[in-house]
């Protein structure tokens, strides 16, 4: 066997996955998973674990895989984490975990996140449920909202034996797992709803069509309905846009909105109803995992697809994995270019973009290499369709109707890093609304400090 390299994982071809919204990537079978985990080195002072934001036990579920004790391993797992089969699919593995892997110093890191989706995979398949707490412990706390941070909080308070709602806005749960993240990298029915069940099944109840500022307050919550903390994960759902000429043009998305009728309210079905912009000739401003989402969207929707964006590839804050996935399906990459205008037709739809060639110049406070225009290099594209993705900031409704919650000037809510607490008592916070716009796998961090955060402060209590 050859320990060095990563037993591959198959995904769909290029050009067919292009034309559908299957997903792409296929996983491991169990001979390859277990062939995998034949490469881990055990390490007793395990690296990978530091890199986790939850914190999963890494080597111990890797070494139950190696001895084929599926159900064993995903117990393993659920101890730390509420959505392996979700990480195992969209977590920057190559910066966290797999980041760390002592394997990886000579060769190739162990595919700790294939591993990982194999064993939610199979527990799934195997009518494996995570276990409820034996006892109730008498305590109500509500959560707002259901994406990442909001399910994990939620998952390690039952456990706890907390009595847990969480309110959604949306008509679905499962936050930006639902309406952010395309079919093809994370399944819907297959995947996400049935992480919503698991959490379920811990005895968590979820009420959605409810917009906390505008149904109901947090401080109705907590004096009428008898909640004694409240978590809010509420994410960043307010789209940024760039502020040049043009941008009220028909034809010019957020890509929040485009991914959200596509993802949530099924565009690309044709049983189903939800008008969307199946442009031909479409640009996605911006380099991060959501400008690619909209991008591969775009592309399989029908449309020529162009990523526009400011700084050089090596600068893209995208997945690797994403940027190879849309490459090979054959989006096209202008780099180190930036719009200054969005060109609109007589009848007030996008029928262009003007845009300027950029350098990199010195570092920024980032550390990343700032662009600078080059004087005279302006071009025009010709396109019908714009999405920007610019990154998104959180929805001010939850901040304007609490009193006494702090925001920062980026009207993200202050939270403490380390249990989530709010300088509201009894109140606390994290994921996107408290970062701005970051990972899934960094919310569900939050969400779990924000758990242990609520259990200290209602014990004292």
């Not at 984490?81 to 980041?99: I, M, T």
């Not at 006892?135 to 939620?154: E, R």
């Not at 709010?422 to 779990?448: E, N, P, R, Y």
């Amino acid at each position: 066997m050859d320990v060095l390299n990563k037993v591959p994982v198959r995904e769909q071809e290029p050009a067919v996955r292009a034309t559908n919204f299957e997903e792409v990537c296929l996983g491991y079978n169990e001979e390859e998973a277990v062939a995998e985990a034949g490469r881990c080195l055990n390490c007793k002072n395990a690296q990978c674990m530091k890199g986790c934001p939850v914190s999963i036990n890494i080597p111990a579920f890797i070494q139950e895989v190696k001895n084929r004790n599926f159900e064993k391993a995903y117990e393993i797992i659920s101890e730390s984490s509420a959505l392996p089969a979700v990480c195992g699919r969209v977590c920057p593995q190559e910066s966290q975990c797999e980041g760390k892997c002592i394997r990886g110093i000579k060769g190739e890191a162990v595919s700790i996140g294939k591993l990982e989706r194999f064993v939610a995979d199979w527990a799934r398949e195997n009518g494996i449920r995570p276990k409820k707490a034996e006892k109730m412990n008498g305590h109500k706390v509500a959560v707002i909202g259901s994406g990442p941070a909001g399910l994990t909080c939620a998952g390690d308070l039952a456990r706890l034996g907390y009595d847990v709602t969480i309110f959604e806005a949306l008509h679905e749960a499962g936050g930006v797992l639902i309406y952010g993240i395309p079919e093809f990298r994370l399944p819907k029915q297959k995947v996400v709803a049935k992480e919503v069940e698991n959490v379920k099944a811990l005895g968590v109840k979820i009420e959605t069509n409810v917009v906390i500022g505008k149904s109901t307050t947090i401080d109705e919550l907590m004096k009428e309905e008898g909640f004694e903390a409240v978590f809010i994960g509420s994410g960043a759902g307010l789209p940024r846009f760039m502020g040049i000429p043009g941008e009220q043009a028909n034809g010019v998305f957020s890509a929040n909105e485009f991914l959200t009728r596509n993802n949530l309210m099924k565009a690309f079905r044709e049983e189903y109803d939800t008008p969307i912009m199946k442009g031909k000739k479409v640009a996605v401003v911006g380099g991060g995992n959501v400008a690619m989402d909209a991008a591969r969207t775009a592309l399989r929707l029908g449309a020529e697809v162009h990523i526009v964006y400011r700084r050089s590839e090596e600068e893209l804050p995208a997945r690797v994995e994403e940027v190879h996935h849309a490459k090979e399906e054959g989006i096209i990459f202008d780099l180190l270019t930036n719009p200054t205008e969005i060109l609109v037709d007589d009848n007030g739809w996008v029928k262009g973009m003007t845009c300027i060639r950029m350098e990199l110049g010195e570092p920024d406070a980032s550390g990343r290499r700032s662009p600078v225009e080059i004087k005279g290099s302006e071009f025009d594209m010709e396109l019908d369709t714009v999405i920007m993705s610019l990154g998104t900031s959180p929805n001010p409704l939850i901040s304007s109707t609490t009193e006494g919650l702090e925001i920062n000037r980026r009207k993200c809510i202050v939270a403490d890093e380390e249990n989530g607490a709010t300088s509201k008592a009894a109140v606390f916070a994290g994921g996107d609304a408290v970062t701005g716009a970051a990972t899934v796998i960094l919310a569900m961090g939050a969400g779990k400090a924000a758990a242990k955060g609520i259990h200290e402060y209602l014990s004292e209590k």
